[in-house]
């Protein structure tokens, strides 16, 4: 394995697999299947509930997110936020309000989904 560099501000945005979101790929590990990446989220963006095979780690850089349903009154969380996610758990939905969310996510292992977005 040799040493990777990459400036995020000249790679393009991709679409993620729901509306209003986009990522960008800072890295994937072809021996693990792990991935280090940015996720944008648009204002008014929904992510439904999922699960990834691997463990999750994401830290908000900006904006805020709120955990779970809208109408259930959960929690809106901002910059500086770090969540973790065991392999196999579910987490979401997340939803953004009037402005957009930035995240750092580390997934340890191969993203593969245990259940659909």
């Known amino acids: 394995m040799e040493a990777y560099q990459v400036n995020e501000s000249e790679m393009e945005w991709t679409p993620a697999e729901f509306p209003r979101g986009h990522l960008k790929l800072l890295y994937m590990d072809v021996r ?3 991935q280090i990446m940015l996720l944008r989220l648009e204002p008014y963006c929904s992510m439904p509930a999922h699960s990834h095979i691997s ?3 994401s830290y908000v850089l900006e904006g805020s997110v709120r955990l779970g349903q809208p109408e259930a009154d959960s929690p809106l969380v901002g910059k500086g936020h770090f969540a973790f996610f065991p ?3 579910e987490h979401g939905p997340f939803s953004t ?3 957009e969310c930035l995240i750092f996510n ?4 191969p993203l593969g989904r245990t259940a659909s977005l």
């Open 32 to 34: 693990s299947g792990g």
């Open 55 to 57: 463990d999750e780690v």
């Open 97 to 99: 309000e009037e402005e």
């Open 87 to 89: 392999g196999g758990s």
């Open 106 to 109: 580390v997934f340890y292992g």
